[in-house]
């Protein structure tokens, strides 16, 4: 069984603070992304990784950045959180694109 | 871009009536995923059908790709099928239907 992990079921950070989400997954796929999930906007992507230390922006990817320094692994990092993006954070993970996805059990972040 | 819309979008059943949830896409897709989003918030992987009909228990699927849509019928629902039903396409950027949100009353 794929298995998707994320280091945080829920999370409380203040303005300002440097806020790390980590996401692992144990099926040696090549796609990793991370989600953003709001009431009334859906899932949306906000950066994707194809490869070690690749990473493409997504729809929404003002206020965050990535890395991908080993193939399991996928970091959102908000450099600055604020309080627009308290949300729910989705990892998921891939083979090729367009492939089936599966998808980590998210994490509550609130910023306070 | 394709566009994912999915219908109904709220749906009310007593538990024990079955359900057919639809997924319509403005363009071709080849590949289709339909995933449960428990009330905890993970999603959970029901089907990967780019074409053709598959089962799973109570749940099955069927994807008609040169008509663009897909159907998830679930039959003799239960409480435990409470939640929203997604549907999605795409590759590197996917796109998601708007969900389903289902209740079963007990």
């Known amino acids: 069984d794929v298995k998707v992990t994320q280091s945080s079921r829920y999370l409380v950070k203040r303005t300002g603070e440097k806020v790390f989400l980590e996401c692992v997954q144990d099926?040696?796929?090549?796609?990793m992304f991370w989600y953003r999930q709001d009431p009334g906007l859906g899932l949306r992507l906000i950066y994707f990784?194809?490869?070690?230390?690749?990473?493409e922006k997504g729809d929404i990817p003002e206020g965050y950045s990535v890395s991908r320094e080993k193939k399991e692994r996928f970091s959102l990092i908000l450099e600055s959180a604020s309080t627009n993006q308290t949300s729910m954070y989705l990892c998921?993970?891939?083979?090729?694109?367009?492939?089936?996805?599966?998808f980590g059990p998210g994490t509550r972040l609130t910023v306070t | 871009g394709i566009q994912v819309e999915q219908s109904p979008p709220d749906l009310i059943l007593q538990e024990g009536a079955n359900s057919t949830l639809r997924c319509n896409f403005s363009?071709?897709?080849?590949?289709l995923q339909w995933f449960h989003q428990n009330p905890w918030g993970q999603l959970i992987n029901l089907f990967y059908?780019?074409?053709g009909t598959k089962q799973n228990g109570r749940l099955s699927a069927t994807t008609v790709a040169t008509e663009r849509y897909s159907l998830l019928y679930i039959s003799s629902s239960q409480t435990t099928d409470s939640g929203v039903y997604f549907c999605?396409?795409?590759?590197?950027?996917?796109?998601f239907g708007a969900g389903t949100r289902l209740f079963v009353k007990a």
């Open positions: 998921a993970s891939s083979l090729p694109p367009g492939y089936e996805q599966y």
């Open positions: 099926m040696d796929h090549e796609n």
């Open positions: 990784s194809y490869d070690v230390k690749m990473k």
């Open positions: 363009d071709s897709v080849n590949n």
């Open positions: 059908i780019p074409s």
């Open positions: 999605i396409t795409g590759g590197f950027k996917t796109i």
